[in-house]
T-cell receptor, first 117, second 112 residues
Framework: GAVVSQHPSWVICKSGTSVKIECRSL??????MFWYRQFPKQSLMLMAT?????????EQGVEKDKFLINHASLTLSTLTVTSAHPEDSSFYIC?????????????FGPGTRLTVT | KQEVTQIPAALSVPEGENLVLNCSFT??????LQWFRQDPGKGLTSLLL?????REQTSGRLNASLDKSSGRSTLYIAASQPGDSATYLC???????????FGKGTHLIIQP
């Protein structure tokens, strides 16, 4: 149980275009979803937290107009990287939780590797 | 702001040895602490989750302890195997955020 999928697993796009990444909880309802980013040789950094039906909360330094997050249902959240640039190339990982507080375990997706050329 | 530190940054040991990975965090007001492994180019595999009220968790050859008051956790790996080679990440929830704050990881190599 507690399976989270991401699509696509990898994507290459040209500078200036937009890319959408999907995160789905397959066998449970995810009240809260989180998006993390991992640059090469570095650890994961939280980008934003989203609750179903609400606007996402972005971490300091993350541009909300560049990284659009939509959590329209209890099983799906999307991250859209708008006007992507090479510096946005990274490994993006989502996680999903059944609750809204930090007591609830987060279940991670397999990640999406984005390369912007 | 919560900060998580992992020591050592890298470790290489012969197969069969028992080893300890260390994790410390600056804000003890955490909900839980989690250990993950990450293989090169891959996502995260959750190893152990310790709730703030717990002292330790065990799974197979892995044992994780939590001393919340001192802001420390250790991951003990018994009888290490080459398949244990990976980067091990420690992460906490709390200290002002519901998302996980990750350490930079310990890159572990088990020599056959």
């Amino acid at each position: 149980g507690a399976v989270v999928s991401q699509h696509p697993s990898w994507v290459i796009c040209k500078s200036g275009t937009s890319v959408k990444i999907e995160c789905r909880s397959l066998d449970f309802q995810a009240t809260t979803m989180f998006w993390y980013r991992q640059f090469p040789k570095q650890s994961l950094m939280l980008m934003a937290t989203s609750n179903e039906g609400s606007k996402a909360t972005y971490e300091q330094g993350v541009e909300k107009d560049k990284f659009l997050i939509n959590h329209a249902s209890l099983t799906l959240s999307t991250l859209t990287v708008t006007s992507a640039h090479p510096e946005d190339s990274s490994f993006y990982i989502c996680s999903a939780s059944t609750g809204t507080s930090g007591y609830y375990e987060q279940y991670f997706g397999p990640g999406t590797r984005l390369t912007v050329t | 702001k919560q900060e998580v530190t992992q020591i050592p940054a890298a470790l290489s040991v012969p197969e069969g040895e028992n080893l300890v990975l260390n994790c410390s965090f600056t804000d003890s007001a955490i909900y839980n602490l989690q250990w993950f492994r990450q293989d090169p180019g891959k996502g995260l595999t959750s190893l152990l989750l310790i709730q703030s009220s717990q002292r330790e968790q065990t799974s197979g050859r892995l044992n994780a302890s939590l001393d919340k008051s001192s802001g420390r956790s250790t991951l003990y790996i018994a009888a290490s195997q080459p398949g244990d080679s990976a980067t091990y990440l420690c992460a906490v929830v709390g200290g002002g955020a519901d998302g996980l704050t990750f350490g930079k990881g310990t890159h572990l190599i088990i020599q056959p």
